[in-house]
């Protein structure tokens, strides 16, 4: 027990969290791996098989003056409208109908699309549009096979967490 003690006294202190650590240590960021359009570069993430399933790819950005000011994203075809699905092929279609998010101070919707490519399987892409006043906050999530609940349950986590709701605040204008 003293060994323990000692050795709990003597180890290294834990790195300091600066105002964008992650919530979760289960997510951590990456180069934004898309070409440059009109939007610009996001923020990407990625959150490893095993905690949040087979391993997911979060890409978020701002989108300044580009939401509703009176509704924010209050339907699907506001989701169509502003995601960042289109990201990932042009070739795509939703596989069910979108349905309310809230990830903190920002208010939306989510909706899973099926982008189809050629010569390989399709892959799953979640689009969460979220409002911050009249600007949106895009979150695109893909995953390998499939995306469960359980995997949407995660990103939405992520999204209301401290890091992404201190960037949102500090990349739109409608605060």
Known sequence: ???????????????????????????SEESWPFAIDQWGTGRAFRCD???CGAGLHLYLRAKIGFCRCATGVADDDEIDRIGDTELFGSDYQSTVPGHPVVAGMLKGRARQFAVHRAFASSTPVLTIALANKCDAVV??????????????AA?????RGDQIQHWAAANTQSQ
Do not use: C, K, Y
Request: aromatic share 8%.
């Open 49 to 51: 098989d095993g905690a």
């Open 155 to 159: 990103a939405i986590d992520f999204l």
């Open 139 to 152: 979150a695109t999530v893909a995953a390998g096979s499939e995306l469960t609940p359980a995997q949407e």
């Open 1 to 27: 027990m003293i060994a323990l003690t000692a050795f709990l006294h003597v180890r290294a202190p834990a790195a300091p969290r600066t105002e964008f650590a992650s919530p979760s240590e289960n997510w």
